[in-house]
Nanobody
Framework: QVQLVESGGGLVQAGGSLRLSCAAS????????MGWFRQAPGKEREVVAA????????YYADSVKGRFTISRDNAKNTVYLQMNDLKPEDTAVYYC???????????????????WGQGTQVTVSS
């Protein structure tokens, strides 16, 4: 079992930045593809960014390319999402996810996700 706990969400003005953290426990995330998803009210959950378990390959949704960066620190068993130039349409609950030995592309398939965090709210005001 892997437990995922997100933090770092909050209220920010448009153009601002936030860094989300996802602390994992139970098992090392070294063998897991890790991803960030978000879900806005009335909308389906969507992948935002993902990182392959083997490292070196990432995926970003078109809507966040150039603004968001996913990274991980395997020694700290933590994954991050740096979000810059935030827009009101980025407002959502952000979830951390883990899938064993998944590539970044494979993380896009939501039903395959093994573990989810509880989510952290990000609100961007205009």
């Amino acid at each position: 079992q892997v437990q995922l706990v997100e933090s770092g969400g909050g209220l920010v003005q448009a153009g601002g930045s936030l860094r989300l953290s996802c602390a994992a426990s139970g098992r090392s995330v070294r063998n897991y593809g890790m991803g960030w998803f978000r879900q806005a009210p009335g909308k389906e959950r969507e992948v935002v960014a993902a990182d392959s378990w083997s490292g070196g390959t990432t995926y970003y949704a078109d809507s966040v390319k150039g603004r968001f960066t996913i990274s991980r620190d395997n020694a700290k068993n933590t994954v991050y999402l740096q979000m810059n130039d935030l827009k009101p349409e980025d407002t959502a609950v952000y979830y951390c996810a883990a899938e064993r030995m998944a590539t970044a592309q494979a993380m896009r398939v939501i039903p395959r996700i093994d573990y989810w965090g509880q989510g952290t709210q990000v609100t961007v005001s205009s």
